[in-house]
């Protein structure tokens, strides 16, 4: 039987790496979160004429979006380093650029993607060492931004 991909009988997608290109920089990570966003809830105090009780409506106040975190094996390139670089030295208007976030399954297939405007490194952090360990040293990306979307 052949798998669909319809939200009722398909199966979840995987995602086994995901490639993020922000301006000329790309670069392959094995974990990202904070792809959404979250209306702040305001509690508004309804009283009816003639009511003895008053109900509360929760309506939706201002959008926040996540901080989008990334984390990888170290490797020796330094772009994403350099780009943090702009923003220790200042530079934050010239580091604000959009990018672009693609899932890929275990074929390299393409399967989810999101887009992101003004987006700033707000932390860099390399592994934690230790010299009687084997891991992998994993390294972290943290970028603010001011709008995500999902367009694919």
């Known amino acids: ?10 199966d979840p997608m995987i995602g086994a790496h995901f490639e ?5 920089i790309t670069g392959y990570f094995t974990e ?13 105090k309804i009283i009816a004429k003639g009511a003895k009780e008053s109900i509360i409506r929760k309506i939706p106040g201002r959008l926040k979006w996540g901080d989008i975190t990334l984390k990888r094996g170290i490797t020796k390139n330094l772009d994403f380093y350099n780009w943090r670089k702009q923003v220790e030295q200042g530079q934050v208007e010239a580091a604000r650029l959009d990018g672009t976030i693609i ?27 230790s010299a009687d360990g084997n891991a992998v040293g994993i390294e972290d990306l943290t970028i603010v931004h001011e709008g995500i979307k999902r367009v694919k």
Not at 32 to 44: N, R, T
């Open 1 to 10: 039987m052949a798998a669909t991909n319809d939200g009722l009988t398909g």
């Open 20 to 24: 993020v290109s922000v301006g000329a």
């Open 32 to 44: 990202v979160s904070g792809l959404g966003s979250e209306s702040e809830v305001v509690d508004h």
């Open 103 to 129: 899932m890929y399954d275990q074929t390299m297939t393409a399967v989810a993607e999101w887009t992101f405007t003004k987006g700033w490194p707000s932390k860099i952090g390399g592994p934690s060492l």
